[in-house]
Each structure stands twice: as C-alpha cells, then as structure tokens.
C-alpha cells in the first residue's frame, strides 16, 4: 500500500535552515504529485508547494516562493523540503501528500514537528 | 481570491444530519476534496470529485457543489465523526492549491 514516511522532529534556530525527508512507496514515484502542507500548533492546514516527480517540476504558495525548496532523489523514491530563513512562527507540523490528480491528496505523511526556538 | 471560507464550528445531534460548507470563487471552476483531522493525526480524504468516497469512508458521507460553494454532509453522524473538516481545490491559477479554513464537527 501507498506508504509516506517523513523525517523525525526538528529543533531549529531562528534564521537558520530545515530540511525534511519523506520516503515514498508503494505506487510509481514519477507518476504522481507530492504536495508539502504544515500546520501550526491549533491551525488549520495551510498548502505550501507540490513537486511532479516526472519533471521534475514545482510550484509554491506565493507565500514561500523565497524560502521553500523542494528536491527529490529518484533512485530512493525520497522528496526533500528544505525550509530556510526559519521563523518563531515557522513552528508547526510540517505533512508530505501523495495526490491522485491535482487537487486530491490522497495519502499522507504522519507529519513531522518542527519547532523553532532560540 | 484564492480563499476558501468556512464555518469555524458546527454541532449535530448523534444520528442527525449536518452540512459542512466551503466558499471561494475558484469552486466555480474546479471541485473540492474533503479531510478529516482528528486531534493528533494526519488529514483523511473523505470526498472528492463530484461525490466520491475513498475506499473505506462510510455512505453516510456525500458531497455536493453549486456555484461557489462546495458542501459535505455526513446523514446520521456518529461520535467517531467528531473532528476538524477541511475542504482544498486548486485555486485561480490552476496549478496552485488552497485548504479552506476549517469546520470543527462536534457530535452531541
């Protein structure tokens, strides 16, 4: 079955940099969209990017166009988001998403908790 | 915009009928999907499309659109079915996604 499993919880500085892992399995890497969405601690979700592994293509929120970058290394079935700049309020559940066509995110990650602290 | 608003919280009766709504203008042109979030766990896709349920997710989930506005209805909900309900669709541009503020569904 469709497994996502993410990279273990995170303690960064604020203005330094988060990378996450998410392993993929179970289906065809290429053949569907990875989206990133993070929740903050009592929010609600909030969609941040997707990645098209057969591309690769990306695209972002507007609002972290500057500050998200997300990768992926085929031979592993792995996508990476790396988050820089950190913030106090960057602290949040940070999910990957497998979709089944745009808009459709069917099978997620069980999150991984960054939290930002000087 | 590429906003999707909905009512913070709403409440049924165990085995009553509620509608959860979702409002933006870019439901005019694509569908919404629906999640499930209970406290302490990832989102669950509970519809999608123009009414269509995951393998797994109960009957008594359905979805409906009309204009603007997207909704899902859970008929003769359950105490299982309290949770955080979220909607998502592609916004404006097409290639962009946007998750709808959020409905809490306390069952009474």
């Known amino acids: 079955q469709v497994q996502m499993v993410q990279s273990g919880a995170e303690v960064k500085e604020p203005g330094s940099s988060v990378k996450i892992s998410c392993k993929a399995s179970?289906?065809?890497?290429?053949?569907?969209?990875i989206h990133w969405v993070r929740q903050a601690p009592g929010q609600g979700l909030e969609w941040m990017g997707l990645l098209n592994p057969n591309g690769p293509e990306t695209s972002h929120a507007q609002k972290f166009q500057a500050r998200v970058t997300m990768t992926m290394d085929t031979s592993t079935t792995t996508v990476y988001m790396e988050l820089s700049s950190l913030r106090y309020d960057d602290t949040a559940t940070y999910y990957c998403a497998r979709d089944t066509e745009l808009g459709i995110v069917e099978s997620w990650g069980h999150g991984t908790l960054v939290t930002v602290s000087s | 915009s590429s906003e999707l608003t909905q009512d913070p919280a709403v409440s049924v009766a165990l085995g009553q009928t509620v509608r959860i709504t979702c409002q933006g203008d870019?439901?005019?042109?694509?569908?919404a999907s629906w999640y499930q979030q209970k406290p302490g766990q990832a989102p669950v896709l509970v519809m999608y499309?123009?009414?269509n349920r995951p393998s797994g997710i109960p009957d008594r989930f359905s979805g409906s659109s009309s204009g603007s506005t997207a909704s899902l209805t859970i008929t003769g909900a359950q105490a299982e079915d309290e949770a955080d309900y979220y909607c998502?669709?592609?916004?404006?541009?097409?290639?962009?996604?946007?998750f709808g503020t959020g409905t809490r569904v306390t069952v009474l």
């Open positions: 499309g123009k009414n």
């Open positions: 998502n669709s592609r916004d404006s541009s097409g290639n962009r996604l946007v």
């Open positions: 179970g289906y065809s890497f290429i053949s569907y969209y």
């Open positions: 870019s439901l005019r042109s694509y569908y």
